[in-house]
């Protein structure tokens, strides 16, 4: 975008000490490509503007998906929600944030917010399709990944989407050997509550009680509470006759429960 890049280079030339002209320098090159010249723009933006809301949630967007940075980009994504409690893009960024740093509890509210401010937003859907199914919430998931593709989501996006709905179609009280192996092989498995949760189903079924109970473990560690996997891991223990086991099971799926 040579066109966008001289603009930018205009608007910071002209407005050097002015945050609106700066933050159109900044948006420009973020458009661009130039992530590190609209990080540096950004920056000075806030400098001039500590509110500027466009500013917060951009830059907490390329620390995020360009520079890997969680921590900053969540700390970003605070301050604009302090700017604009009410802002969906805001809440989507603050949400996404989150989903990414694994705090799929704390994600789902944000993203949530975003799809009632952002209907029509496919990317949007997408977010929060993808705290659901990591809460184990597969009803919710499944309605807000049809949504999304319905919305026409971006390849890369599209194809995971189909992916996971692929997961949440599949039957778990019957399991081939051939099932339980794609779906061991799939990628992402360690990140993905529900597929966990699944192939824990198919092990039990096929009579593998060990290897189920080994996947459940996974499925509630990556999304506590998972009451799903974690009332499935205390049958699990006392067939085994592992009663203290599945006590702690309760336990530990007790106290990660929301207070009312």
């Given at each position: 975008?040579?066109?966008?890049?001289?603009?930018?280079?205009?608007?910071?030339?002209?407005?050097?000490?002015?945050?609106?002209?700066?933050?159109?320098?900044?948006?420009?090159?973020?458009?661009?490509?130039?992530?590190?010249?609209?990080?540096?723009?950004?920056?000075?933006?806030?400098?001039?503007?500590?509110?500027?809301?466009?500013?917060?949630?951009?830059?907490?967007?390329?620390?995020?998906?360009?520079?890997?940075?969680?921590?900053?980009?969540?700390?970003?994504?605070?301050?604009?929600?302090?700017?604009?409690?009410?802002?969906?893009?805001?809440?989507?960024?603050?949400?996404?944030?989150?989903?990414?740093k694994g705090y799929y509890s704390?994600?789902?509210?944000?993203?949530?917010?975003?799809?009632?401010?952002?209907?029509?937003?496919?990317?949007?859907?997408?977010?929060?399709?993808?705290?659901?199914?990591?809460?184990?919430?597969?009803?919710?998931?499944?309605?807000?990944?049809?949504?999304?593709?319905?919305?026409?989501?971006?390849?890369?996006?599209?194809?995971?989407?189909?992916?996971?709905?692929?997961?949440?179609?599949?039957?778990?009280?019957?399991?081939?050997?051939?099932?339980i192996a794609q779906l061991e092989?799939?990628?992402?498995?360690?990140?993905?509550?529900?597929?966990?949760?699944?192939?824990?189903?198919?092990?039990?079924?096929?009579?593998?009680?060990?290897?189920?109970?080994?996947?459940?473990?996974?499925?509630?560690?990556?999304?506590?509470?998972?009451?799903?996997?974690?009332?499935?891991?205390?049958?699990?223990?006392?067939?085994?006759?592992?009663?203290?086991?599945?006590?702690?099971?309760?336990?530990?799926?007790?106290?990660?429960l929301p207070d009312d």
């Amino acid at each position: 975008m040579p066109e966008a890049l001289a603009l930018a280079g205009v608007a910071a030339t002209h407005s050097p000490h002015d945050a609106e002209g700066l933050l159109v320098a900044a948006v420009l090159k973020d458009a661009s490509g130039d992530a590190d010249g609209a990080r540096e723009a950004y920056e000075q933006v806030l400098a001039l503007d500590p509110r500027s809301l466009t500013a917060l949630n951009n830059l907490a967007c390329l620390q995020e998906a360009h520079f890997r940075n969680l921590d900053l980009a969540l700390e970003l994504a605070q301050r604009a929600r302090q700017v604009a409690a009410n802002d969906p893009a805001a809440a989507d960024t603050l949400g996404w944030i989150l989903y990414q740093k694994g705090y799929y509890s704390r994600a789902a509210g944000p993203a949530a917010e975003a799809v009632t401010g952002l209907p029509d937003s496919a990317l949007v859907h997408y977010h929060l399709d993808l705290t659901r199914y990591m809460l184990g919430d597969e009803v919710g998931a499944r309605a807000a990944l049809e949504r999304a593709l319905g919305l026409t989501l971006e390849d890369d996006s599209a194809a995971e989407a189909r992916r996971r709905l692929a997961v949440l179609s599949l039957d778990a009280s019957y399991a081939s050997a051939g099932d339980i192996a794609q779906l061991e092989a799939a990628p992402n498995l360690s990140r993905d509550a529900i597929a966990l949760r699944r192939l824990g189903a198919m092990q039990a079924a096929a009579g593998h009680p060990a290897a189920a109970i080994t996947r459940y473990e996974q499925a509630l560690r990556l999304a506590p509470p998972n009451p799903q996997a974690a009332l499935k891991l205390i049958e699990l223990h006392r067939a085994n006759g592992d009663l203290p086991r599945a006590l702690e099971v309760a336990r530990t799926m007790h106290r990660a429960l929301p207070d009312d």
